[in-house]
Structures are given as structure tokens and as C-alpha cells.
């Protein structure tokens, strides 16, 4: 097996969608085998588009979901695998912040587990758009047809969650604040976070802090350096280094010296 017949990479959004979308992925396989990789986590929620024989996500409690058409999925908060079958391809859209909620009306699916996007319409909008972008040989313009789809349902975003998103204070608590400047309640502005994004304050603190970590270990290994695990701890703001390894157990179900040994089977969360 060739890897190098595994082709991934990134698209970049038009700054008019940047408040939407992350970035687009696209991966394919053109070898002679099923290939399956590790996706970090993102806490982002992703519309996939599965082109040739079905791909398949598995979930950290070994959970397995074909991917036929098109799927919706997450957040993300923890890393899953996914397997492309020989000749497949995949194109996902990555939601950012409250983008999903903005377009859905929902800001998480049930149980986090993958749904088909059709059931939040009542037609089959999102089938008979992959019968338009199966005709598209290009992913970057499967990505255009797919921002084009996407413009007319983008709802303006809740004062509340700009604020939330614009939050950058890495001291204050961003729900004792904001509330504080809109005359709400801690209570409500934690429940507004839920609804819109799916996920706690606390939730995401701990994910950029463990993501800090992946991607400080990873710079240190593309300098062919040695790990320094207390740089790490003190650089990430961990207590000490069994936070840290439980935060990798917690995500990635990997200790930090395990995700450096297989890291090049997994993809990176770093977004354009």
C-alpha cells in the first residue's frame, strides 16, 4: 500500500463565510485498501459528503455509523476514526462557533450522534444537493456550490452569542461578565451557551488547553527536538503532568508519548 495515494487536504472559505465555516476538508483514497485514520477533536459540528462506497466513523465507545450520502455530526468532543473504502472520497464543512445553530436552528444533534441533514428540513434538500456536487470533479468547486446552497438559510447571529464568541479575556469568567453587561443571569447566559453551541465554557477552556499541547508537541517534533514534558505542563497551564496525560486519555484516548508515536495516522485540528 502506497500512502502516498491518500490525498487530504484543507480549503479555505471567502472571507463573506468566515464567521460560518472553519475551513472545508477533503481526503481521498486511491489505494488498494480501506484506509482509516484518527480526526482530533474540534468541537465543531461537520456536514460530510461521502462520494463512492460508503465511509464509516467510529465513535470512542465503538459506535459505527455509515456515512451513504451526507451526514451531520457532533460537536466534536472527542477523536474518532473514520474509514474510507478504495476509490471514496469525503468533503466536510466545518461549522464554526454558533454556525451550526445559525443554520439549523439546533446547536447539537441528538446524543452528539451523526444524523442525516435532511430530517431539519422537510424536503431532501441536502440528497438532491449531492446529486449536484457528485457531477463536480473539483473539491474547491463542490465547496463554492455548497456555499452557495448554504447563503440563503445563514440567520444573523444572537447578540448574546456574539458576545460570547467575541469574548477574549483569558482571566474574567466570560458568563459572569456578559451578564453582568446584559442585565441577565449567570443561569441564562450558560444556557444560552449550550443552546447556540453546544458545549460549556468549561468544555471548551479544557479542549484549547489540551489542543495547546497537541500542537505545541507536534512544532517540537517537526523540529526533530527533544520533549521537554514540564515546558509542555507549564507552557498549557496544567497542574502537572497527570492533568495532562488524563486530558490526552480524555480526548484522544492516547497518552501524550502514544499521540507522538501515531501521529501521522491522525488528522490535526488546526483551522485556516
Not at 480526526?39 to 462520494?51: R, V, Y
Not at 498549557?236 to 480526548?251: A, E, G
Request: proline share 4%; hydrophobic share 35%.
Amino acid at each position: 500500500m502506497n500512502e502516498q495515494d491518500y490525498n487530504n487536504f484543507r480549503i479555505t472559505v471567502p472571507s463573506e463565510y468566515k464567521n460560518y465555516f472553519s475551513h472545508f476538508y477533503f481526503a481521498e483514497n486511491n489505494t488498494e485498501d480501506t484506509l482509516t485514520k484518527t480526526l482530533l477533536p474540534t468541537f465543531q459540528t461537520m456536514l460530510i459528503f461521502c462520494f463512492g462506497a460508503n465511509a464509516s466513523l467510529t465513535t470512542r465507545q465503538n459506535t459505527t455509523i455509515e456515512v451513504e450520502k451526507c451526514l451531520a455530526f457532533g460537536p466534536i468532543k472527542q477523536a474518532f476514526d473514520y474509514s474510507l473504502p478504495i476509490n471514496t472520497k469525503i468533503l466536510i464543512a466545518n461549522f464554526k462557533g454558533d454556525a451550526f445553530y445559525r443554520f439549523f436552528g439546533n446547536s447539537s444533534l441528538p446524543d452528539n450522534l451523526p444524523t442525516n441533514p435532511n430530517e431539519f428540513f422537510e424536503e431532501n434538500c441536502f440528497t438532491n444537493l449531492w446529486y449536484e456536487l457528485i457531477k463536480i470533479d473539483s473539491a474547491a468547486e463542490q465547496v463554492n456550490r455548497i456555499l452557495e446552497f448554504c447563503k440563503p438559510y445563514l440567520r444573523r447571529q444572537n447578540d448574546t452569542a456574539r458576545l460570547l464568541t467575541e469574548y477574549e479575556s483569558g482571566t474574567l469568567n466570560p458568563i459572569k461578565s456578559i451578564a453582568g453587561a446584559t442585565n441577565q443571569t449567570e443561569r441564562n447566559i450558560q444556557l444560552h451557551q449550550k443552546k447556540h453551541f453546544g458545549y460549556s465554557v468549561k468544555e471548551i477552556n479544557r479542549y484549547k488547553r489540551f489542543i495547546k499541547a497537541v500542537e505545541l508537541i507536534q512544532n517540537i517534533a517537526e523540529d526533530s527536538k527533544k520533549l521537554d514534558w514540564f515546558e509542555i505542563v507549564t507552557e498549557c497551564n496544567y497542574y502537572d503532568q497527570s492533568q495532562l496525560v488524563h486530558d490526552f486519555k480524555h480526548f484522544i484516548h492516547l497518552s501524550p508519548t502514544q499521540f507522538l508515536k501515531f501521529q501521522q495516522d491522525i488528522c490535526g485540528s488546526k483551522t485556516e
